[in-house]
């Protein structure tokens, strides 16, 4: 559903569209969207364009060329879910914007090759903060990961920063989402708009995300969320630190 989302993007395409897209290609593989009227959430898809940290509702406004724009797609197929997102570039994309998304990317496989049984959860958010830091780059701390599976949202939560406190210690079974949210300047929230759910960073700076769910095993980490043609290379490949684990860092 995301390939389908990400081949769609372009300058002049609306949200509602992108919607309408996600909603179809849900349908067809038997599942339902998981946004939809999620606690009074109206669409199929969450659209965040630029300063909208997360949670934008898809509207009747274009994409403009040098806009960046995450689509959260969820969908619940064969009694679980499952949840993931990627920031697309519109057109074309100033350098920093570029430099943001790129690196809110790697962040993320950060914090999955953190990912192994018998270490706390802070670890992954210590991680991904290290990362984005390193690039001058802000972690946002007003949303974090989630417990996932047969309910959308559920224990432990996945900070994206190093939190103290985050110290549930990874079992093999446990299945949770990634999902950096990475602000070109403040990390802070700003006012949730009028609509109940569209979150922008406070001082307007851009946010880009990218998200994965992923299973603890007993050797380390899967991703459940990858494209399927890859998935089956996924099964065979060599631990997601290791040299040549090319398809485990693409989305
Ligand atoms: N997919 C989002 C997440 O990563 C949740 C969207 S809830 C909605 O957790 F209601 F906004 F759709
Ligand atoms: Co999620
Ligand atoms: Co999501």
Not at 94 to 114: K, N, S
């Amino acid at each position: 559903m995301l390939a389908e989302l990400a081949a769609a993007v372009r300058p002049g395409i609306t949200t509602d569209e992108l919607d309408r897209i996600c909603h179809e290609a849900c349908i067809a593989r038997g599942g339902y969207p998981s946004p939809l009227h999620y606690k009074g959430f109206p669409k199929s898809l969450c659209t965040s364009v630029n300063e909208v940290i997360c949670h934008g509702i898809p509207d009747d406004r274009p994409l403009r060329d040098g806009d960046i724009v995450n689509c959260d797609v969820t969908i619940y197929l064969g009694g679980v879910h499952g949840d993931c997102n990627a920031t697309f570039l519109v057109g074309d994309v100033d350098e920093a914007g570029r430099d943001l998304v790129r690196v809110t990317r790697e962040a993320m496989w950060r914090g999955i090759e953190a990912v192994r049984p018998g270490v706390p959860v802070n670890e992954i958010g210590r991680a991904i903060q290290e990362h984005a830091e390193a690039h001058g780059f802000g972690v946002v701390r007003a949303f974090v990961g989630h417990g996932i599976g047969e309910e959308f949202h559920t224990a432990p939560s996945v900070p994206h920063y190093f939190d103290p406190n985050a110290d549930t210690l990874l079992e093999p079974g446990m299945t949770f989402t990634i999902e950096p949210m990475i602000t070109e300047g403040s990390w802070e929230l700003g006012r949730i708009w009028a609509d109940g759910w569209t979150a922008p960073t406070r001082d307007r700076s851009r946010c880009a995300q990218f998200e994965h769910t992923v299973l603890v095993t007993t050797g380390g980490v899967e991703v459940l969320t990858l494209p399927a043609r890859r998935a089956a290379r996924v099964l065979t490949a060599p631990g997601p630190s290791a040299a040549g684990a090319g398809p485990r860092r693409r989305d």
